[in-house]
């Protein structure tokens, strides 16, 4: 079965420098986006990204988050300076077209900064 | 402002019995809802949806049931076996009315099925 692949599996940072975490959605998908998960809350959308632009983002998404889609496979999400508050898991999903909404995640990247 | 609430954070049932787990929403925008299933260290896995023009969805020991008027759904399990035991994410988005599907999640009910 077709998966969403997410690497690394779980980074660690220190405060205010730049990660980049990595997907790559299932091939023929044409939606993709970034939710996270702080450690005991509930899953949060922070964007959605389609036809090579950013289609909708939430208030959690400010400046120092970007998404970038370099190439036909890849999908990232760079965090220039992060924060202690950043720590969380970070999914990456990807929906085949508008009316599919059975997303497929990936198992997720965990960014603990110190 | 939670849009999606499930107010029970966690649920035991005895294995072979009936699982019911509950989600509870504000906006009258969603129409369109997903229940998704996590285990630990693993992304969440899609179960079964539903759209607002019904009110019932079946998929094999799942069933999710809409009540618009009340703004509730519910997913029953059964049989529940132990391998269901996981985190159950309730999700709702609003397919129709212009938005890119983003998806908002409720805070998730942990089941834990015993043999």
């Known amino acids: 079965e077709p998966e969403v692949t997410q690497t690394p599996s779980h980074q660690v940072t220190q405060m205010g420098q730049e990660v980049i975490l990595r997907c790559v959605p299932i091939?023929?998908?044409?939606?993709f986006y970034w939710y996270r998960q702080i450690l005991g809350q509930k899953v949060e959308f922070l964007v959605s990204f389609y036809n090579n632009e950013i289609s909708e983002k939430s208030e959690i998404f400010d400046d120092q988050f970007s998404v970038e889609r370099p190439d036909g496979s890849n999908f990232t999400l760079k965090i220039r300076s992060t924060k202690l508050e950043d720590s969380a898991m970070y999914f990456c999903?990807?929906?085949?077209?508008?009316?599919?909404?059975?997303?497929?995640f990936g198992s997720g990247t965990r960014l603990t900064v110190v | 402002d939670q849009q999606v609430k499930q107010n029970s954070p966690s649920l035991s049932v005895q294995e072979g019995r009936i699982s019911i787990l509950n989600c509870d929403y504000t906006n009258s925008m969603f129409d369109y809802f997903l229940w998704y299933k996590k285990y630990p260290a693993e992304g969440p896995t899609f179960l079964i949806s539903?759209?607002?023009?019904?009110d019932k969805n079946e998929d094999g020991r799942f069933t999710v049931f809409l009540n618009k008027s009340a703004k509730h759904l519910s997913l029953h399990i059964v049989p529940s076996q132990p391998g269901d035991s996981a985190v159950y994410f309730c999700a709702a988005t609003s397919a129709y009315g212009g938005s890119q599907g983003n998806l908002i999640f409720g805070k998730g009910t942990k089941l834990s099925v015993k043999p």
């Open positions: 999903a990807s929906r085949l077209d508008r009316l599919n909404y059975g997303y497929t």
């Open positions: 091939s023929n998908h044409l939606y």
């Open positions: 539903i759209s607002s023009i019904k």
